[in-house]
């Protein structure tokens, strides 16, 4: 069985300063324990969810926004035991560890050197957590070294697009998977450079067909009601289903897929 709990839904930079919805992140666990762009409030929201922050294997950050890097380094802290023992995984985009164009690193040299392994990502590179394959996937977003992951689980792969434009690669990149979750920044009628609205979801989701579409990362016009609208019409017209994430919302993935949540 594995299990999928998102830590926080929100994204951007209004939805993240007024925490409208959290920015935690996305937590995997399958025998291992992976933490995907951990935001602002990854840390507080672990340890409010009954996680071992010192359990982790592996922190990925897909890019050099706030958004989804702020807690990376009080989570390789925890990782490594408070520094006292080289472990677990360190992934991200280029500017994330190498810093670009006015990124700085977003992970010290100080932190990164605790980790047991630091791969820098481009995509198409794939890494091994604990024997867990992971392959970094292409996106279109204003850092232009942003990924997004493939996660090969033992339930089958979860995909996760990170911030990105619709774009024939992306879409490809994504092809076949079990569970596709998508930053989906913005409803039908409100485009933003750089990021997918629900209809850019509707026609990725029309060609990828996964089992099970998942959209978070909700910018503040994409919050009251409005996400749950847009993905039921993205899964009439689908034929997938579609569900909008919630803050603290559980997924598990064995042979069906059950989904939990809190509210
Ligand atoms: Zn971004």
Redesign the pocket.
Known sequence: MTRIIFLGTG??RFSTITQKRATGGIFIEDGKSIHVDPGPGALVHLCNKGLDPSRLDAVLVS?C?P??YNDAEILVEAMTWGGTKKRGVLAGSVSVLEGLNGYSPAVSKYHQEKAGEVHALVPGDNISIRSMKVTATPAI???PT?IGFKIHTSSGVISYT??TILDESVVEAHTGSRVLIMSVTRPLDSPIP??LTSGDALDFVNVAKPELAIFTHFGMKFVDGVAEKEALLVERHTGVRTVPAVDGMEVFLGRKIDIKTFQ
């Open positions: 994204g951007g890019h926004h958004d989804h977003h204003s850092d942003t990170s911030d750089g990021h």
